[in-house]
């Protein structure tokens, strides 16, 4: 990933660049400046788009890197064993992050400093339990795998939960567009049928006058 500098620079570039072509094509200045801020601001909307569809990423593969954990410590593993597997067999960006925070650990950083650090970089709610739930039980004791399992399955159902939340919504929103929409197609298809627009007489100024006349 690119730095912040970066789009920094480029976002510089871009809001100078529309203003030099708009001198260059003799264009008033005042009309450029809202598209040359809009210019400007883009690579800033496209790195909220790939934050946003790397959080979303992070949480779908968090479930899964808890139960592995949760396996690991079933099966005789030390914590950092568990985040070693999930550093070498998820990809980015679960699995980069725990790498990073397994690295933390072995150059001597405590293992709650470590989770807290990891937080820091990663603003996800659910992160935040686990990493809660593990400094926690590292000072009251108890049973971590099960913990872990639990967790796991409790972000699990909240994204069924969402999913047909979701799913409610989405046909909330179409019987409310069909509900708008029928009555102006009704009058669309009866319109041409009913419509007849009057048409007074050609050439018979006695029949416009002779009301008048009988009075």
């Known amino acids: 990933s690119r730095p912040l500098g970066f789009f920094v620079i480029?976002?510089?570039l871009l809001f100078f660049g529309g203003i030099l072509l708009a001198a260059i094509l003799r264009i008033n200045h005042f009309a450029v400046v809202l598209p040359s801020i809009l210019l400007a601001t883009s690579p800033f909307f496209y790195l909220f788009h790939k934050?946003?569809?790397?959080m979303e990423k992070f949480e779908r593969q968090l479930p899964e890197a808890l139960e592995l954990v949760s396996r690991a410590l079933k099966a005789?593993?030390?914590f950092t064993g568990g985040l070693r597997m999930v550093a070498e067999e998820f990809g980015d960006p679960v699995g980069a992050e725990f790498g990073k925070t397994l690295d933390e650990i072995n150059f001597g950083v405590g293992v709650p400093e470590a989770l807290t650090n990891m937080t820091q970089r990663v603003d996800c709610d659910d992160l935040k339990f686990f990493a809660v739930s593990v400094i926690i039980q590292r000072e009251t004791g108890g049973n971590l795998a099960e913990i872990l399992e639990n967790l796991s399955?409790?972000?699990r159902e909240r994204f069924k939960f969402q999913g047909r939340v979701r799913t409610l919504a989405?046909?909330?929103?179409?019987?409310?567009i069909v509900l708008v929409a029928v009555p102006f197609f009704i009058a669309g298809a009866f319109f041409p049928v009913s419509y007849t627009p009057f048409r007074a007489p050609e050439n018979n100024a006695h029949f416009v006058f002779r009301p008048l006349l009988a009075q």
């Open 10 to 12: 480029l976002s510089a």
């Open 51 to 54: 934050r946003k569809k790397r």
């Open 76 to 78: 005789g593993h030390a």
């Open 153 to 155: 399955h409790l972000m």
């Open 170 to 176: 989405a046909e909330g929103k179409l019987s409310g």
